[in-house]
């Protein structure tokens, strides 16, 4: 039977999210369904900002960044209210199903919204990789490659002034990016919220290392670890101080959100949403897609949000071995 479909994007944006949306939408259309496409996350669900996506409308957004459909953070959508709004809004449009891409965040509204009888449908789109039921997020590939290329650049100019770059990069509760940049770019080290570090010892380090006859190092620093009171730039000044070395920081910020997804990004996202329509035609409900040694799967939402998620410990030590 005919479903209509809702599709949208929540949280913060990843490369491969659009890819994802064409993929779960043609997907749809060419199994005979409709698909309705919701603007900004659950605060459009809520206000009701949504239309009817055809196969062209989705024409051309494979190789962008960022959301077609936008994306928004909805408090309104934790409460009950918010909730019924847009339950009544989805009534409204004829959505009988709804697929979301975003976070953890996302999953517990999903949750909510499957409780009071919508079933949902989850793809795992964040660049952190930080989704604790899943291998893989969409836009982690991209994100990591866009920091590596700018982790490039920097060390051109860091090797010909003898400093050490200290370079913040986006993890909030996971050192992933981190850990595979600092790996990529032969850093010093990787501070991250997974690992125990000690800054003294870094710099002594540094020192040997300098003592040595090595000119240039990198610091990779993830969100995760720094507050007010613990900058980069602290970090940049503290290492400074103890080796002598003239050290900078650089925080790459939302840049690692943009860009053109890579191949393996936009695969990832065709497979994932395609998945995703056919867990709800063959009347599957409230499942969160997932990858698991590298095959894709599906666990029950709230299963998936009590998962727990790896750390590469080993890459970790390993980085830390060579950087000699
Ligand atoms: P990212 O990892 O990129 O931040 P996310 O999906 O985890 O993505 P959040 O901002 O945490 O991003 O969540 C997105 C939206 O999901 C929130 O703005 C809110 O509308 C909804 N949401 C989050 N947590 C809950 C919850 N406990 N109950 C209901 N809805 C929630």
């Given at each position: 039977?005919a ?8 949280g913060?944006?990843?490369?491969g999210?659009?890819?994802?949306i064409?993929?779960?939408t043609?997907?749809?259309?060419a ?7 919701v ?40 409460t009950?209210a ?33 409780r009071?009888?919508?079933p949902?449908?989850?793809i ?15 836009g982690?590939d ?9 982790l ?5 100019t ?5 400093r ?7 993890g ?13 770019t ?8 997974e ?34 009171d ?43 949403g ?15 897609v ?5 095959k ?8 998936a ?15 830390r071995?060579?950087?000699?």
């Open positions: 039977m479903m209509t479909i809702g599709i949208l994007t929540s913060g944006d990843a490369p999210m659009n890819a994802a064409r993929a779960a043609r997907a749809a259309i199994k005979g369904h409709k698909v309705i496409g603007r900004r996350g659950y605060q459009g669900l809520i206000e009701g900002d949504m239309y009817e996506l055809t196969a062209r409308d989705v024409s051309d957004i494979l190789h962008r960044g960022g959301t077609m459909l936008c994306t928004a953070r909805s408090k309104e959508f934790t009950q918010g909730l019924e709004k847009a339950m009544q809004n989805c009534k409204s449009a004829g959505i009988e199903a709804l697929i979301v891409i975003g976070g953890d965040g996302t999953y517990r509204g999903a949750l909510d919204f499957s009071l009888g919508m949902c449908v989850g795992p789109g964040t660049i952190d990789n930080d989704i604790v039921c899943t291998e893989y997020t969409i982690f991209t994100a990591q490659n866009t920091a590596l290329e700018m490039d650049k920097l060390k051109d860091e090797m010909s002034h003898n050490c770059s200290v370079v913040e990069v986006m909030r509760n996971a050192g992933h990016i981190g850990v595979n940049v600092a790996a990529a032969g850093a010093i080290d990787c501070l991250t919220v690992v125990p570090y000690d800054l003294d010892d870094i710099c002594h380090k540094i020192i040997e290392q300098k003592n040595a006859g090595k000119t240039h190092f990198e610091l990779i620093v993830c969100e995760g670890v720094v507050h007010d613990f900058t980069s730039d602290h970090i940049a000044k503290y290492i400074e101080q103890k080796t002598g070395v003239t050290s900078r920081a650089t925080v790459l910020g939302h840049v690692q959100r943009g860009g053109a997804p890579t191949c393996f990004d936009r695969v990832m996202a065709l497979k994932m395609y998945y995703a329509v056919e867990l709800l035609v063959n009347g599957q409900r409230n499942r969160i997932a990858v698991k040694n590298n894709i799967v599906d666990y029950d939402i709230e299963d949000l009590n998962m727990q998620k790896g750390y590469d410990e080993k890459l970790h030590s390993v980085l071995v060579l950087s000699i």
